[in-house]
């Protein structure tokens, strides 16, 4: 079964700095994968997912991820960070199949913005 | 455009009692899934419904803990004689159809965020 690491429980960055959050996955054929936004008391929020073609996804929110298949990986980043972009990030990734059950999700890595 | 409403939104038990949580999915989706969040974890696929039948309940625990989507009315998931450990946040998560996860991602509701005294 497909599984998904967030190595980073907790990250923070200044308001108006660049942001990398890190992703990698294992699974043995290309996967779905996703990234979602948790904020505080709220559900997930998707921001953006892979599924073919271009490995450089543009979501909302100005956030882009990049697949890259050969680090198993789907870092999300955004060039400059709002102080409204704190919250919690889910990595997620969903087996190529019939069964949308089989989306596993990372344990999250929570981001704080200083002002 | 309501999107997954769950309620309630803090449940509040004390060992030994029961614990409903109710979820209606979005407006045209017939399929439901549950997943519980425990703190610094991520979230734990529970269960897969559709209308009148369990698709997949290989994430529920064995025991006390059981779910239905009925013909009419939202999905229920059910906790019996809940214990200390039981207390996490619920998502409910619909989608229009299944085996097309690329068209369709979940949509997830704010959560039930159940506390066992």
């Known amino acids: 079964a497909q599984s998904v690491t967030q190595p980073d429980i907790h990250i923070t960055v200044s308001e108006g700095a660049s942001l990398e959050l890190r992703c990698n996955y294992s699974?043995?054929?290309?996967?779905?994968l996703f990234w979602y936004v948790q904020s505080p008391g709220q559900g997930l929020q998707l921001l953006l997912k892979?599924?073919?073609?271009?490995?450089l996804v543009q979501g909302i929110k100005g956030f882009e991820a990049e697949f890259k298949r050969s680090q198993s990986s789907f870092n999300l980043r955004k060039p400059s960070v709002h102080w409204s972009d704190a919250a919690e990030y889910f990595c997620a990734v969903g087996a190529r199949g019939d069964n949308n059950n089989d989306m596993r999700f990372g344990a999250g890595t929570r981001l704080t913005v200083k002002p | 455009n309501a999107g997954v409403m769950q309620n309630p939104r803090h449940l509040v038990r004390r060992r030994g009692q029961e614990a409903r949580l109710r979820c209606s999915p979005m407006?045209?989706?017939?399929?439901v899934y549950w997943y519980r969040q425990l703190p610094e974890e991520g979230l734990k696929f529970m269960v897969y419904l559709q209308k009148e039948n369990i698709i997949d309940e290989s994430g529920m625990p064995k025991e006390r803990f059981s779910a239905e989507f009925p013909k009419e009315g939202p999905s229920i998931l059910r906790i019996q004689q809940v214990v200390r450990g039981d207390s996490a946040a619920y998502f409910c998560a619909s989608s229009p159809r299944s085996g097309q996860i690329y068209n369709s991602p979940l949509h997830f509701g704010n959560g039930t965020r159940l506390t066992v005294t």
């Open positions: 699974y043995g054929a290309t996967p779905y």
């Open positions: 892979y599924f073919s073609g271009d490995t």
């Open positions: 407006k045209g989706h017939s399929h």
